[in-house]
């Protein structure tokens, strides 16, 4: 029989619960909070490096190199050497004194004040290092502090900052995209293991690189091929066993029909009966599920072919009809439209507990409905998902007369897929509602073949 594989979950929809379900996007963000904190590492160890060379070599050079600017200013310091200085080197110059007061870059006036302040206890080694480097003082009482002029480039913190994080969204995109390549075998394996649990063997994962995922999807194929092989020899007996019954079992009622009238003949007629049609179905399901029966299609009226089942063999059993109008004529096979009409109705009259049934039909978009409606007990939500499986009965303690053997609605869902549309089961409280939705243009050879491949 077909083997059927629970549908996956979902996917989450919060932006949260997708990023956690991504794989790739958890490997991007480990990338860019490695890279992040490598930079981080190499930034802090670098700085450090620096700041032990700085201190042990490029202080000395600071120190003569500004003694030797303290000493072209003068002593007493002269104004125009000063200014000379300022103009040829990017240097601010303060000159602090008795006679002389003055200031190359007056804007930073507070700056100057807040930093070079002798009165003002420093807060750190760092600020007390800078002031004894930056600060001379010259034999008349004249403090001269030196420090950074005024660079031409006010603009280009910020063009970094935002050519920074443009370079870094592009790497995050390319090594998202790198990703994606990479765990490309991903989708297949998904996609691939999706159509084995449909049922269709027919295409295997494609194998594109050979990696581990590339194992993985040999392996995952190599699986698919021993669970088809081992249902198409489960499959190739249950025919063989039910062609070899139909012989005999036709002799038996043959000879059923010469034994004397009576309640045993009955009897014994009865469950020849049900075997036949146990048979029956067995081969036409397998027929269906295998995409090889071929559909004799004809312009059928679903209306006219509802009335005249109803008419023939349901008359006074409690069915209501509900038809509309408007339906157009369907390119039906006329014999397996009348097969699934009947399972439905025999199955709402059966567990609807003596309730009226309803068989309506409506003109969707797209297509045509027709549903038939119990008002029974109905069944709970896990025994719905399950209905239309073969030899699946609700109750297995049931009897047979009442229950069946469990492939009347999974003919009904293979005749609907036959024809390129679906079967819908779904609670109507009270009762349960079965739709056969059909589609306007009917279906395609290649379409009915491809849903109803063999699992």
Do not use: K
């Amino acid at each position: 029989m077909r083997w059927r594989h629970p549908a996956p979950d979902c996917p989450p929809r919060t932006l949260r619960g997708r990023f956690g379900h991504s794989l790739r996007w958890r490997l991007v963000a480990l990338f860019v909070l490695l890279a992040l904190a490598t930079t981080a590492v190499f930034v802090a160890g670098t700085r450090e490096v620096f700041s032990t060379g700085w201190r042990g070599v490029a202080l000395p050079l600071i120190a003569d190199y500004v003694d030797r600017l303290a000493a072209e200013i003068g002593d007493p310091p002269e104004l125009a050497r000063a200014q000379a200085i300022t103009r040829r080197l990017p240097v601010a110059i303060r000159i602090e004194g008795p006679v002389l007061n003055w200031d190359s870059h007056p804007e930073r006036q507070r700056y100057h004040d807040h930093f070079h302040d002798t009165s003002r206890e420093p807060h750190s080694a760092r600020e007390q290092m800078l002031r004894t480097l930056l600060t001379r003082s010259t034999a008349d009482g004249h403090r001269i502090v030196f420090g950074v002029g005024s660079l031409q480039w006010p603009q280009r913190p910020v063009w970094f900052a935002w050519a920074t994080l443009g370079g870094l969204l592009v790497l995050t995109a390319l090594a998202f995209a790198y990703v994606r390549h990479l765990f490309r075998p991903l989708d297949d394996i998904r996609a691939g293991a999706q159509r084995y649990g449909a049922g269709d063997f027919s295409q295997p994962i494609p194998q594109r690189r050979r990696d581990e995922l590339g194992e993985l999807a040999g392996q995952v194929n190599a699986m698919a091929e021993g669970l088809n092989r081992m249902l198409e020899g489960q499959r190739g007996l249950l025919l063989a066993i039910s062609h070899e019954l139909r012989s005999p079992l036709t002799r038996a009622r043959l000879n059923a029909e010469l034994v004397a009238e009576g309640p045993e003949r009955d009897a014994l007629l009865r469950d020849l009966a049900a075997m036949r049609d146990l048979i029956a179905d067995l081969l036409e399901s397998e027929r269906l599920a295998r995409g090889d029966a071929t559909l004799q299609r004809e312009p059928t009226d679903l209306n006219a072919l509802a009335r005249t089942l109803v008419a023939a063999e349901f008359d006074g059993r409690g069915v209501a009809l509900d038809l509309a109008p408007d339906l157009p004529t369907l390119a039906l096979d006329r014999v397996r439209l009348q097969l699934l009409l009947r399972n439905l109705l025999d199955n709402a009259l059966r567990h609807g507990g003596g309730t009226p049934v309803l068989l309506s039909t409506q003109r969707q978009a797209g297509g045509v409905r027709l549903s038939v409606r119990d008002q029974g007990p109905g069944v709970d939500a896990a025994t719905l998902a399950r209905l239309a499986e073969p030899f699946f009965r609700p109750d297995a303690a049931r009897s047979r007369e009442r229950g069946g053997v469990g492939l009347g609605l999974y003919l009904c869902r293979l005749v609907a897929q036959s024809h390129g549309g679906r079967l819908d089961i779904a609670p109507a409280a009270p009762g349960l509602v079965v739709s056969l939705w059909l589609p306007l243009d009917g279906a395609s050879a290649a379409g009915a073949a491809g849903a109803l491949r063999p699992a």
